[in-house]
């Protein structure tokens, strides 16, 4: 599986929207881009993923660059309740996949 | 939510003892993972299956081995535990196909001492 980049850290205000990049310049042609969030100590909790079309659901957008070497989470209106660690991965079927640090998003008031 | 639940949620145990770590599954599904996180860090793949005693090794497997007699049940053991074991570990599952997510348990907080 292709690893990914992520920063860190971010801050976000309430209200406005997250932009979260993920860069997965490795990425082979039938990787799925996947993205989780870990609020606290609890399991991580499934956001969105896509291939190569972007993506939207309740929770978030996915938006995928048109070689697939980056992609960029969406929080349209972030809450507080949004302050959690996003992991962006990639992967195929379901077998090996690698979760790295992630990026800390904090939602400030 | 999805159901998968893990037992014991909290095990305080002894270097050089062994511990099972258990986790069940209510939805059927094919895949089944377990993962360790240490503070500060993202998780890390131990093993994993893909069907009932199909398992394949993970980047952080020394030390640990499962067992899937069914297709609910997942153990994770760790023959000898050693301190370096001490971490929190997930369990996760996914429908088979190319393009499921995973959904993952509440947790188990292992500490050796």
């Known amino acids: 599986d292709a690893k990914t980049t992520q920063p860190p850290s971010m801050d976000c205000a309430e209200g406005r929207a997250a932009n979260l990049p993920c860069n997965h310049s490795t990425i082979s042609g039938n990787e799925y881009v996947y993205w989780y969030r870990q609020i606290h100590s609890q399991g991580p909790q499934y956001i969105i993923h896509g291939l190569k079309n972007n993506e939207t659901n309740e929770m978030a957008s996915l938006i995928i660059t048109e070689d697939r070497k980056s992609s960029t989470l969406i929080l349209p209106h972030a809450t507080l309740r949004d302050t959690a660690v996003y992991y962006c991965i990639v992967r195929v079927g379901g077998g090996k996949s690698t979760f790295g640090d992630g990026t800390t998003l904090t939602v400030k008031p | 939510d999805a159901g998968i639940t893990q037992s014991p949620r909290h095990k305080v145990t002894e270097t050089g003892t062994p511990v099972t770590l258990r986790c069940h599954q209510t939805e059927n599904h094919r895949y089944m993972y377990w993962y360790r996180q240490d503070p500060g860090h993202g998780l890390r793949l131990i093993h994993y299956?893909?069907?009932?005693?199909?398992?394949d090794k993970g980047e952080v497997s020394d030390g640990y081995s499962v067992s899937r007699s069914k297709t609910e049940d997942f153990l994770l053991t760790l023959e000898s535990a050693t301190s370096s074991q001490t971490s929190v570990y997930f369990c996760?599952?996914?429908?088979?196909?190319?393009?499921?997510?995973?959904?993952f348990g509440p947790g188990t907080r292992l500490t050796v001492t």
């Open positions: 996760a599952i996914s429908e088979a196909g190319i393009s499921y997510e995973q959904y």
């Open positions: 299956s893909y069907g009932v005693k199909d398992t």
